[in-house]
């Protein structure tokens, strides 16, 4: 009878003393005197994310949105029981993202290097020793020489299957029928960005679009097809990366990337055998020449056996998936203002003429064109959120008043800085006159589609190109509206890292006589 009174008395002061532990850490940003969303015990400010409610964009943008930071300048905010910030100021977002950048050297969220190489090695994930390295290597395949003289040529030819594949679909539905002339469009441009992204940085061609499928559109397919133990998975990496080893989380999937070994596998094999005079100077050709560079140091980086695998397999998701989201988005906005459409499409009708297609700097000189884009990408950006983990081993001193401790993350909402009205007047209207000549300078603190500072996207340049294109050779042919499958206004899919949209895009096109 003693025992069982003892143990539960123990019990009793225990649970005591986890919920005054819990407390102690959820009180952190009261004590520093910093405005904070409140948190909810065990979760902290993740309980959305946690059951599934919304997505990783739009948990920043409803942090960045809350009522108890409205006027200030910086908030605290949690992750479960971890103190993080976030930014909602252009100096401060400036001197973390930009001006400091040595004391933020490194992402928050990490991949596991003993368990999950593959996951570790990529560029977005990599720490700072190996990151600098790969960075400063794989953006000499992204120089506007390399871009304009290799890739777009071979992109004139994957926008060409575009619009076949576009008039082979329409051909095949029926005028008189409801469905008639209505496409998704958001798969139509993951087909169009896969065999973009496979051919410029492979030297394979993917022939999704002249198939209908191809097997690395159907890879993406399956390791975007989330369950409750790949969700599991991203929280932990992205929140709680000090717990990577415990849970074992990977980044890619079992069949992803056993599929991007035996796929880089076979490219290598090929190189090492003849080397096509089109992919000379893609990515692959320069990973394997650093490889080469370092093979005297078998314990560099470049040495492990999934460092070639592990760019080709975050490139391909990184090349095709933001594009495509951003094409799909931006003729859904098209769709419902047909004036700015077919402003859009006067312009591409002059540029054309009787050609059928543009020269790099034909294209690059359409300022509506790029105005209508760069809409696009405000109020969808290919970054909905960005951090950075303060690196500096004594801390950083942010303000007077604001110490950031060694370890902390801290938060950007892009989609919330794209959609506030401090900044953009009616933020949720599509409106491309914001972006020209004579609107004004716009800040670039402000607008960062692709992130900001040394760790932004190092494919943006070519992201910009590929999504003009598609949209240029799209628009010069049909005109696009709504029907009954499309939706009033877009919802994004919980289940999704980056911005897409729920139950897809649906368009009807209508080809020019």
Same mark, same amino acid.
């Given at each position: 009878?003693?025992?069982?009174?003892?143990?539960?008395?123990?019990? /009793?002061?225990?649970?005591?003393?986890?919920?005054?532990?819990?407390?102690?850490? !959820?009180?952190?940003?009261?004590?520093?005197?910093?405005?904070?969303?409140?948190?909810?015990?065990?979760?902290?400010?993740?309980?959305?994310?946690?059951?599934?409610?919304?997505?990783?964009?739009?948990?920043?943008?409803?942090?960045?949105?809350?009522?108890?930071?409205?006027?200030?300048?910086?908030?605290? /905010?949690?992750?479960l029981h971890q103190p993080?910030?976030?930014?909602?100021?252009?100096?401060?977002?400036?001197?973390?993202?930009? $001006?400091?950048?040595? &004391?933020?050297?490194?992402?928050?969220?990490?991949?596991? #290097?003993?368990?999950?190489?593959?996951?570790?090695?990529?560029?977005?994930? *990599?720490?700072?020793?190996?990151?600098?390295?790969?960075?400063?290597?794989?953006?000499?395949?992204?120089t506007s020489g390399k871009?304009?003289?290799?890739?777009?040529?071979?992109?004139?030819?994957?926008?060409?299957?575009?619009?076949?594949?576009?008039? $082979?679909?329409?051909?095949?539905?029926?005028?008189?029928?409801?469905?008639?002339?209505? /496409?998704?469009?958001?798969?139509?441009?993951?087909?169009?960005?896969?065999?973009?992204?496979?051919?410029?940085?492979?030297?394979?061609?993917?022939?999704?679009?002249?198939?209908?499928?191809?097997?690395?559109?159907?890879?993406?397919?399956?390791?975007?097809? /989330?369950?409750?133990?790949?969700?599991?998975?991203?929280?932990?990496?992205?929140?709680?990366?000090?717990?990577?080893?415990?849970?074992?989380?990977?980044?890619?999937?079992?069949? +992803?990337?056993?599929?991007?070994?035996?796929?880089?596998?076979?490219?290598?094999?090929?190189?090492?055998?003849h080397m096509p005079s089109?992919?000379?100077?893609?990515?692959?050709?320069?990973?394997?020449?650093?490889?080469?560079?370092?093979?005297?140091?078998?314990?560099? +980086?470049?040495?492990?056996?999934?460092?070639?695998?592990?760019?080709?397999?975050?490139?391909?998701?990184?090349?095709?998936?933001?594009?495509?989201?951003?094409?799909?988005?931006?003729?859904?906005?098209? %769709?419902?203002?047909?004036?700015?459409?077919?402003?859009?499409?006067?312009?591409?009708?002059?540029?054309?003429?009787?050609?059928?297609?543009?020269?790099?700097?034909?294209?690059?000189?359409?300022? +509506?064109?790029?105005?209508?884009?760069?809409?696009?990408?405000?109020?969808?950006?290919?970054? %909905?959120?960005?951090?950075?983990?303060?690196? %500096?081993?004594?801390?950083?001193?942010?303000? *007077?008043?604001?110490?950031?401790?060694?370890?902390?993350?801290?938060?950007?909402?892009?989609?919330?800085?794209?959609?506030? #009205? &401090?900044?953009?007047?009616?933020?949720?209207?599509?409106?491309?006159?914001?972006?020209?000549?004579?609107?004004?300078?716009?800040?670039?603190?402000?607008?960062?589609?692709?992130?900001?500072?040394?760790?932004?996207?190092?494919?943006?340049?070519?992201?910009?190109?590929?999504?003009?294109? %598609? !949209?240029?050779?799209?628009?010069?042919?049909?005109?696009?509206?709504?029907?009954?499958?499309?939706?009033?206004?877009?919802?994004?899919?919980?289940?999704?890292?980056?911005?897409?949209?729920?139950?897809?895009? +649906?368009?009807?096109?209508?080809?020019?006589?």
């Open positions: 009878m003693y025992l069982i009174i003892a143990t539960l008395l123990f019990i /009793i002061i225990l649970l005591h003393l986890l919920m005054a532990h819990f407390k102690y850490k !959820l009180d952190y940003w009261k004590r520093c005197r910093i405005p904070y969303v409140e948190p909810v015990p065990l979760v902290g400010n993740l309980k959305d994310l946690f059951f599934t409610r919304i997505g990783f964009g739009e948990l920043f943008q409803k942090l960045y949105e809350d009522e108890q930071l409205k006027a200030a300048q910086v908030g605290g /905010i949690f992750l993080a910030l976030i930014l909602r100021d252009a100096d401060l977002i400036k001197s973390v993202l930009i $001006k400091n950048f040595h &004391k933020f050297q490194n992402r928050y969220e990490a991949a596991d #290097p003993y368990h999950d190489a593959m996951g570790s090695l990529t560029l977005p994930l *990599s720490k700072y020793h190996i990151w600098w390295g790969c960075r400063k290597k794989i953006s000499e395949i992204f871009i304009k003289l290799r890739m777009y040529p071979l992109m004139l030819e994957v926008v060409n299957e575009l619009e076949f594949y576009l008039q $082979k679909k329409l051909k095949e539905s029926r005028e008189d029928d409801e469905s008639g002339n209505v /496409i998704e469009v958001k798969e139509m441009f993951s087909l169009f960005t896969t065999d973009l992204t496979s051919i410029l940085h492979y030297g394979v061609y993917a022939k999704g679009l002249s198939q209908g499928h191809s097997d690395l559109r159907q890879q993406t397919l399956d390791l975007f097809n /989330i369950d409750f133990f790949r969700l599991l998975h991203f929280f932990v990496i992205f929140f709680c990366p000090h717990l990577t080893t415990v849970f074992r989380a990977k980044v890619f999937s079992r069949p +992803y990337t056993a599929f991007m070994r035996k796929f880089t596998t076979s490219i290598c094999k090929m190189r090492s055998q089109n992919s000379q100077g893609d990515l692959v050709d320069v990973l394997l020449k650093f490889k080469a560079e370092n093979k005297q140091e078998p314990l560099h +980086y470049t040495q492990h056996k999934d460092f070639v695998a592990s760019q080709v397999a975050i490139f391909l998701l990184a090349g095709f998936e933001t594009s495509s989201s951003v094409l799909g988005f931006t003729l859904y906005e098209l %769709a419902k203002q047909p004036d700015i459409q077919a402003k859009l499409r006067r312009e591409l009708k002059e540029a054309f003429r009787l050609k059928s297609s543009l020269s790099y700097e034909e294209l690059q000189a359409l300022p +509506y064109l790029q105005m209508v884009l760069c809409e696009g990408l405000r109020m969808y950006p290919a970054a %909905a959120f960005i951090n950075r983990e303060c690196t %500096a081993a004594a801390g950083f001193q942010l303000t *007077s008043d604001l110490f950031i401790p060694h370890g902390m993350p801290v938060y950007v909402s892009i989609l919330g800085l794209h959609r506030d #009205p &401090k900044f953009w007047p009616e933020p949720e209207s599509f409106n491309p006159e914001r972006f020209s000549s004579t609107s004004g300078n716009i800040n670039p603190i402000v607008y960062q589609p692709f992130g900001l500072g040394p760790h932004s996207c190092i494919g943006s340049r070519l992201g910009l190109l590929q999504v003009k294109l %598609a !949209l240029a050779h799209t628009l010069r042919l049909y005109r696009v509206q709504t029907c009954s499958r499309t939706v009033n206004k877009i919802k994004f899919d919980p289940k999704s890292f980056m911005l897409q949209a729920k139950g897809g895009i +649906y368009l009807r096109f209508i080809r020019d006589e």
